[in-house]
């Protein structure tokens, strides 16, 4: 179609926008003139005292129907019903019974699953991803077809690699799980702490990492969990999003911790959550989890007791019926009192309240514009595939032969059964995507194709069509194998068995390979990791990239970054072990840290330093870069808060609580060049890693964790100078079995590529005060 009609559509859809704007007030609804003088109505009124007056006029059988995700509508307030739940992990979707596609809005930008935007390392991008998905959610907000609660992000470590969630969530770190939920959240939700553009949720809190493996499903599952463990490991993503995010709303699991369901488990939600981390926003159930631990693990005698155990251990709101069914009894019975019930409708309806939702038309609210024209619009999809291409990792590039040339390699084969992959692309938790460009289409924009699938499917239970793929090798200056893994095999309640490839995929691989004229290229599709060992050792295969599942642009960023368009700068989020990692290791078992008297191996690289295929971080570009150390300390002070340097608690193994100093803005700032001394412009992910001091290192059973990561642009033959800053008692602490935070004093080493630099941390006393 002529570019000059493009003026012409945008005006249809605009005046369709007007004829189809019809959403009308949630509430107070200017032209009610029966609520116009209630206070809630009364956008002068503090919200506080508004929340007040709307829950002081209800009856309690209007208050428990408004516990649940489909809240019930109160037509003598002008009040009209409400659906909680939408879904908006890496794009808008319509996973969720809030969100419907139709005429007017019939797609969202797709973005990739989250395990390879975490691969870019870049929380610039996070935020900017996170204001396009808050744009498009507004505007079909606005059209009435999506609400504005979106339940995402998954911030859950990918503690086990055969998970079949792990590629909803950041990664196995949390630090890096951690920024990745504030900087999305901070995009959705915009940055005026008392309105919200959208609501978002961190979940699932806590523990949570198995659906269904090995005759063990997350309905019936009761995580053992260390205290230990907990503080270091499971909970640091949520207290992250809570308290730099600023999260509205944080979900908690289906799962059982040390043998409460975290829905009932006062500790969690209302010590941990709302009390020691702030939040300011409503606690969710994941859907039916109330119903889950009264069916299914029967926690609870009776149903009131278990609407009771939720609610007063600090649920706010229930995804499913069961609070609408029996919280009236539970109050009746004294289980339970209206106060409590008060409590959770304060949390939902004051952030419904941020929300705009009782301030009339949403026309008149800041983001009332947003319509149809802002959805799938241009510069959000070019932003797809730019975190296309940043999540991208290039693991394995022999000569280089990588990228490939237009000039040189003029035919190239394309096989493998995610070769034409588009849904495949956009992963789990999606919605309709704007349009897809297949890895074959974006490789025929470089190259003519012979395009063969060697496999039906992922799956790959034959070698039927091997021949047919092995001669398209034959023939082509180039071939690129586009294997891998879809949802058929790992994802929500289907677990993996194995971390091998599927079926006889590992054959086609080998055999096409051997045959092929050119060189081999092998780009994988997955969430979780591969045991590719098969192919990192194999000579004839010279070139393997990971592009995890990436959205609807993934086609056209695989083959910008296989013919150099792109120059990739991703690094893994995740380790990827060998198969045989798995001897003997239920995923049931969640002790992170390693014991060799046990045969157990430790999970992520903190705690495991076994055989790897590829170690977390790893990650190739086209050009190379160089670190040096321009300044960094060498010793730093730690203020102990007047406790005495003697005091054998406060030094316990020569670690300080963290408790004990003087947090503040304690930090260490470190001044990196980075040069570039390739021949290719480049954008370099710089990570920071920190050991503990040695001895130490073996008494928290800690490898070395991240602590920094920064994103940096440098033309080639180019230097930058990058900042970075380590908040010690944040990033350089380490937790005892008892689950208290330390910073162990003395040597600690960090790791900048290849770069060591050790900082020495000494208490400095400020007083005397009684121990």
């Given amino acids: 179609m002529p570019s000059t009609f493009s003026p012409l559509i945008a005006l249809i859809l605009l005046l369709l926008w007007h004829t189809c704007q019809a959403r009308d007030p949630f509430a107070c609804d200017p032209k009610d003139a029966t609520t116009n003088n209630m206070a809630f109505c009364k956008g002068s009124v503090a919200i506080g005292e508004r929340v007040k007056d709307l829950i002081g006029r209800l009856s309690l059988q209007e208050k428990v129907r408004l516990l649940v995700n489909n809240a019930a509508p109160l037509p003598r307030l002008g009040i009209k019903g409400y659906e909680w739940w939408s879904e908006a992990l890496h794009g808008v979707s319509n996973v969720g019974p809030g969100t419907k596609f139709d005429a007017h809005f019939p797609a969202a930008t797709s973005f990739p699953q989250v395990i390879t935007t975490a691969a870019s390392f870049n929380a610039s991008l996070w935020e900017a991803i996170g204001r396009v998905v808050s744009d498009e959610a507004r505007a079909m907000y606005n059209g009435g077809t999506a609400g504005l609660t979106y339940w995402s992000p998954n911030v859950n470590i990918f503690r086990d690699p055969r998970w079949g969630r792990g590629q909803e969530t950041p990664g196995e770190d949390p630090v890096l799980a951690g920024r990745y939920a504030a900087s999305y959240v901070r995009g959705l939700q915009g940055t005026d702490a008392n309105r919200l553009k959208v609501a978002a949720c961190c979940k699932h809190f806590t523990a949570y990492d198995l659906d269904n493996w090995n005759g063990v499903d997350r309905f019936h599952f009761n995580a053992q969990v260390s205290k230990q463990d907990i503080e270091d490991t499971f909970d640091v993503p949520f207290r992250m999003c809570v308290s730099e995010g600023k999260v509205a709303s944080v979900m908690c699991s289906y799962n059982q911790v040390n043998g409460v369901p975290t829905c009932a488990d006062p500790n969690l939600l209302k010590k941990t959550v709302r009390g020691l981390w702030q939040l300011d926003g409503y606690i969710v159930s994941d859907c039916d989890s109330v119903g889950v631990f009264y069916d299914n693990q029967h926690y609870t005698s009776t ?457 020495s941390l000494q208490p400095q006393a400020l007083g005397i005060i009684k121990s």
């Fill in 303 to 759: 149903p009131e007791e278990a609407a009771a155990d939720a609610i007063k251990a600090g649920l706010d709101l229930d995804c499913g019926p069961f609070l609408a069914v029996h919280t009236q009894d539970a109050v009746k019975k004294g289980l339970l009192s209206e106060a409590d019930v008060n409590t959770a409708l304060v949390n939902t309806l004051t952030v419904q309240m941020r929300l705009g939702m009782f301030d009339g038309e949403p026309s008149a609210h800041p983001y009332g514009h947003l319509g149809p024209k802002d959805v799938c619009k241009p510069a959000h999809q070019d932003l797809a595939l730019e975190a296309a291409r940043q999540g991208i990792v290039l693991l394995k590039n022999t000569g280089p032969v990588l990228p490939l040339s237009p000039q040189r390699h003029h035919t190239v084969a394309v096989i493998g059964p995610n070769s034409n992959a588009t849904v495949t692309m956009i992963g789990n938790y999606a919605g309709i995507a704007c349009g897809y460009t297949s890895p074959l289409q974006g490789i025929g924009r470089y190259a003519r194709t012979i395009h063969q699938l060697g496999c039906q499917n992922v799956a790959c239970t034959n070698d039927r069509q091997f021949g047919p793929a092995i001669n398209a090798a034959r023939q082509a200056d180039a071939t690129v194998l586009v294997m891998g893994l879809d949802q058929s095999i790992e994802a929500e309640t289907v677990d993996r068995t194995g971390l091998l490839l599927p079926g006889r995929q590992q054959d086609l691989v080998s055999k096409v390979a051997a045959a092929s004229k050119g060189p081999t290229i092998l780009v994988l599709m997955s969430g979780g990791p591969l045991d590719i060992s098969f192919a990192k050792n194999n000579p004839r295969i010279v070139g393997i990239l990971w592009a995890g599942y990436p959205g609807q642009a993934g086609g056209a960023a695989i083959a910008d970054i296989v013919f150099g368009t792109a120059n990739p700068g991703g690094k893994l989020p995740v380790t990827w072990y060998p198969q045989e990692y798995l001897t003997k290791l239920p995923m049931t078992k969640m002790a992170m840290r390693a014991s060799k008297s046990a045969g157990y191996p430790g999970r992520t690289y903190r705690f495991y330093n076994g055989p790897m295929v590829y170690p977390f971080g790893h990650g190739l570009t086209y050009t190379h870069f160089v670190h040096t150390l321009a300044s960094a300390p060498t010793v730093v002070s730690v203020p102990l808060n007047g406790h005495r340097r003697a005091n054998a608690t406060n030094l316990s193994n020569r670690a300080i609580r963290v408790s004990h100093a003087r947090c503040g803005k304690l930090s260490i700032t470190l001044q990196v060049d980075v040069k570039n001394v390739g021949s290719r412009d480049g954008t370099h992910t710089l990570l920071v890693f920190s050991a503990p001091p040695a001895g130490a290192g073996a008494h928290w059973a800690l490898e070395k964790q991240l602590v920094a990561f920064e994103k940096v642009h440098v033309r080639a033959k180019g230097q930058q100078r990058v900042g970075v800053n380590i908040h010690v008692c944040k990033l350089l602490s380490v937790v005892d079995k008892s689950g208290i935070r330390r910073i162990p004093l003395g040597e600690h080493s960090l790791h900048i590529g290849d770069v060591r630099h050790s900082v």
